[in-house]
């Protein structure tokens, strides 16, 4: 007979979007399924739980990562970025997520959030991309609805925006 | 007059989406919530002998566990329209049967989604197995094992679909060439990103309530009802925001009956949510097949008769198999003009993944074959076959697949506005100087129609209300789902425009089918079509309500007034104005008027029309093909919101090229079991496999049935894609390829070949 599952759980402490986050995971938890059903953000999605799809994609410590491929007792004392913590105010979205409203660039929605924290990653190193590095950016995240034009479109926009206002982006 | 419509205002739905407020079904949670999964068939058809359940139950944490002994045997249709001629009865929740690898045979329910998945490993079942099919021409041989026991038998999910106009025999005889080929189609799967999942909970009064990722919740309220035994108001389908579906979440899945049942067994809210590799095994394909056609032509192209014989590969249910079957036929007798046709459509079960409904439903694969083969004419007649796609285009007044006439000159329209586009005469082979380097160019095109919604083969009747509320503000409540389109924006625009308020003064009510009115569901490139005419019904009696209290106070008459941005004034009289909030003011004895307008709309047919422009780069020594471009030419009437239109245009060319290029799921022949059930394996186009694409969209062909000349647009992209990309790789390297996927070593075969033939 197979060994019922463990299920010690680990204290870990997380900060995510800015708030540290006093947490008891079991070890085999990924950083997606914690940050879905212990800290009660949905807005990370799972598409695939393997790694595939990047609707899972978060910000560890500024760099972007799958988090269902993270396990959440990795990132104790690390600081996590998700979809709910883009924006630099609770009243004022993230220019990416006011062009991917105004250019149509989300059609479910369900590639969104990690599309979204992807490219501020991008635009974090890359102020300035071309076509091609976007699209190259966004090679591990997949969207079924909108072909990318709009996608494409909306992060060159943004980046245009940015560079004129020259704001610092956080 | 200001107008919303034709403006793309900002979408209802998507703040959530770019924020990550907008619920999904697996974002809900309840209290005491357990986890339910799902265990699998191991083979492809076998009687279940037994299931032993009990290490399984012995399980710390495991709360319930049901095989088909435990549930209803209620045989239910597969795709829940109800008693519609397009789709099968012949699934159980659970059988004593598998007919396919990775069907559902037993449901655990547990405190934790490993328990559960543990459970499941620890349940044995012992399989008889029976002997397995696996393709068509395997289920029609005599000796075939029989997959149901329903159905008119040899396998065959329907009776022979038949198709019959003018003298086939005397067309051919007419032609002064005839032409015939048999094409094939691979196997892609929607793929939407949002796996299949529902939560279930039951209160004490015994009624469900699922929260489920659907495309149409009154048809999975109507067929959990009628299965669990349950009146209509005892079950509740909530679905918000859904990660799209494309067709394929029409059916009702198994897990959904599970899940309510595992909630019911154990009094307490279960969810179950697939894997991404249970909803390539669980989920819905698109139908795999063989269309022979033949056809006959003048030597100036015109075409004398067509004949055509379509299997389909239903898999191991019918789903959508007659709908898809009857669609894709019918739509051979259109497109191009012929009066002569014989058209056959036959769709067969196999030991295989369940076909079902996906986007351009059956007309992808069967103008796949025709503009493919329109090509072929072309060449051999000499006649470059944007011409020849032209002269045979349908137009006005034809009598269209569904037997209505067509209305304006949709098709002809898009391939002229495409070839003045692309310089099309230029960018052929037999325009351009010949291509010597190992990568080699070319341009094709292919044509679609598609029909507004699926009337007449399914009833269909679209449904809203709207509500004014006593400060002006609008209501509308509709029983369309969001699957991603935009089309709750879509109806607000509609409602707005009508009644005579701004966009934003609209809220959109939907996703609870004891709030909002029926509907069939969001498929059929029907929503803005349908539910959208019957939105501007209902705020049309609104209006004319607050118009008449307008009337009384301003002591004028009802017809002379207008509305606009919420200011009614009257004509003729500048300066005399009231606004709505004014008009609809408390008065002695009414506090709040009821200000209520509904609307039914029945659709008469519309189709919208589309050609698209491909140029392909051909890797002469990979086989690698690449989409350098796209112009999509559409005629979809009055377009409501560009970007939206626009966007489910790209989207649906996302798809095709993934259909012509790559994506098959590929099922093993020898046992049945799935090859490449993941994203890694299953290879779709992401962002740097696709083109630009340069997408125009025309007005000239509106429909009287659509909102404001509205028709629809989500299916059309696409269907022409495929043909224009076979099409210009025929261009590129002289190779003509009859199926899809067509995949780089198939190009590398054939090139291989030719230069062997060129050698010899
Ligand atoms: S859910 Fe993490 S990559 Fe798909
Ligand atoms: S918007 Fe649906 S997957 Fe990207």
């Known amino acids: 007979m197979t060994a019922p599952i463990t299920t010690v759980a680990m204290p870990v402490t997380i900060t995510i979007n800015g708030e540290a986050r006093d947490l008891a ?115 591990g995240n997949i969207c079924r609805c909108t072909g990318y034009t709009k996608i494409v479109e909306a992060i060159r926009a943004t980046a245009r925006q940015m560079a004129a206002a020259g704001q610092p982006r956080e | ?13 998507t703040l959530g989406k770019v924020t990550g407020g907008a619920v999904y079904a697996g974002d809900v949670v309840l209290p005491g919530m357990l986890f339910g999964r799902m265990k699998r068939s191991t083979v492809a058809h076998a009687r279940i002998a037994s299931i032993d359940v009990s290490k399984a139950l012995a399980l710390p944490g495991v709360k319930a566990i049901l095989t088909h002994a435990d549930v209803p045997r209620v045989l239910h249709y597969g795709s829940p329209h109800p008693r519609s001629a397009s789709v099968t009865q012949d699934q159980y929740i659970l059988d004593t049967k598998v007919r396919y690898w990775g069907e559902g045979v037993a449901a655990v329910a547990a405190t934790s989604e490993e328990i559960a998945e543990l459970a499941c490993e620890l349940i044995t079942v012992d399989y008889e197995p029976l002997p397995a099919v696996f393709t068509v021409d395997e289920a029609l041989a005599p000796a075939a094992p029989k997959i149901h026991d329903v159905g008119p038998g040899g396998n065959l999910v329907l009776d ?11 067309g051919f005889a007419e032609a002064e060439l005839i032409i015939e080929g048999e094409y094939g189609m691979g196997r892609p799967t929607p793929a939407y990103m949002e796996p299949n999942v529902c939560l279930c909970q039951w209160d004490p009064l015994g009624k469900l309530t699922i929260w489920t990722s659907t495309q149409s919740p009154f048809m999975v309220r109507g067929t959990l009802a009628e299965v669990l035994g349950l009146p209509l108001n005892k079950v509740r389908v909530l679905v918000d925001h859904m990660g799209g ?42 139908h795999p097949g063989t269309i022979w056609l033949r056809q006959g032509f003048k030597r100036d192209g015109t075409i004398t008769a067509r004949e055509a014989k379509i299997v389909f590969n239903s898999g191991a249910y019918g789903s959508h198999g007659p709908g898809v079957t009857a669609v894709a036929t019918a739509s051979l007798t259109s497109l191009y003009r012929c009066e002569n046709v014989r058209l056959e459509g036959r769709c067969v079960y196999t030991n295989t993944p369940i076909a079902g409904a996906f986007r351009g439903y059956g007309v992808v694969q069967s103008y796949y ?133 701004r966009f934003e003064d609209v809220a959109v009510v939907h996703g609870d089918t004891d709030v909002v009115p029926w509907d069939i569901g969001a498929f059929a490139s029907h929503t803005t079509f349908m539910a959208g005419r019957a939105c501007q019904m209902a705020a049309a009696q609104v209006k004319a309500k607050v118009l ?25 009289v500048p300066g005399m104005r009231l606004t709505v909030r004014e008009a609809i003011a408390a008065e002695r004895g009414i506090p709040a008027p009821q200000l209520l307008g509904e609307g039914s709309y029945h659709p008469t047919k519309a189709y919208s029309f589309g050609a698209h422009f491909v140029e392909v780069e051909v890797d002469t020594e990979t086989g690698q093909v690449s989409v350098l471009q796209v112009v999509p030419v559409h005629e979809i009437g009055k377009v409501i919101h560009p970007i939206a239109a626009a966007g489910q245009i790209e989207g649906g060319i996302q798809q095709g090229i993934g259909h012509t290029l790559s994506e098959d799921y590929v099922i093993d022949p020898k046992d049945g079991r799935s090859l490449n059930a993941s994203f890694v394996d299953y290879k779709m186009p992401l962002a740097m496999d696709m083109p630009p694409i340069r997408t125009i969209i025309l007005e000239t062909a509106p429909s009287d049935g659509g909102p404001f000349g509205a028709k629809g ?19 590129a390297i002289g190779v003509r390829f009859r199926h899809y996927p067509i995949t780089p070593e198939q190009i590398l075969a054939a090139l291989a070949e030719k230069a062997g033939e060129q050698a010899a």
Not at chain 2, 713 to 731: F, L
Request: aromatic share 4%.
């Open chain 2, 245 to 286: 579906g494309f067709g394929a979440k029409q059916d009702l899945f198994q897990h959904e009956f599970l899940c309510a049942l595992l909630a019911q067994r154990t009094r307490r809210p279960v969810r179950m949510e697939f894997t991404r590799k249970e909803t390539f095994l669980g989920g819905r394909t698109r």
């Open chain 2, 369 to 501: 074959a025709l503009d493919i083969q329109m090509d072929e004419v072309a060449e051999t007649l000499g006649i470059d076959p944007a011409e020849l796609k032209l002269k045979n285009a349908v137009r006005e007044g034809d009598i269209a697949p569904s037997n209505h006439p067509l209305t304006g000159h949709g098709l002809e329209d898009c391939i002229r506005r495409g070839i003045m586009e692309t310089g099309w005469a230029t960018r052929r082979a037999r325009g351009r100087a010949p291509q010597t380097g190992r990568l080699k160019r070319g341009w094709g095109m292919g044509c679609e129609m598609h029909g507004s919604s699926a009337y007449p083969g399914i009833k269909e009747q679209g449904n809203a209300v709207v509500r004014m509320n006593e400060d002006g503000s609008v209501t509308l409540l509709t029983g369309t789902t969001g699957l991603g389109t935009g089309a709750h924006t879509a109806l607000a625009q509609i409602t707005a425009e009508e009644l005579g308020v």
């Open chain 2, 1 to 13: 007059m200001t107008s919303v419509i034709g403006k793309s205002v900002k979408r209802t739905d």
């Open chain 2, 713 to 731: 647009v989500g299916e059309d992209p696409i269907i022409a894609i495929g043909p224009a990309i076979a099409n210009a790789i025929h261009d």
């Open chain 2, 548 to 572: 008449a209290r307008a009337a009384d106070k301003l002591e004028v008459s009802a017809a002379d007034l207008e509305v606009q941005d919420s200011v009614i004034t009257v004509r003729g």
């Open chain 2, 160 to 170: 022979p679909f038949l198709i019959k106009r003018g003298d086939v025999e005397k």
């Open chain 1, 25 to 139: 995971v079991a070890p085999f938890r990924t950083l997606l399924d914690v940050l879905r059903n212990e800290a009660g953000l949905t807005g990370t999605k799972k598409g695939c739980d393997v790694g595939d799809c990047g609707a899972c994609t978060v910000l560890l410590d500024g760099e972007p990562v799958n988090a269902c491929l993270v396990l959440a007792v990795e990132v104790d004392g690390r600081a996590v970025t998700t979809i709910e913590g883009i924006a630099p105010e609770p009243d004022r979205l993230h220019p990416l997520q006011e062009s991917f409203m105004a250019l149509g660039a989300s059609q479910c929605g369900f590639c969104t959030p990690g599309i979204i924290v992807m490219a501020k990653a991008l635009l974090d190193r890359n102020p300035d991309p071309t076509e091609d590095e976007i699209r190259f950016g966004l090679a």
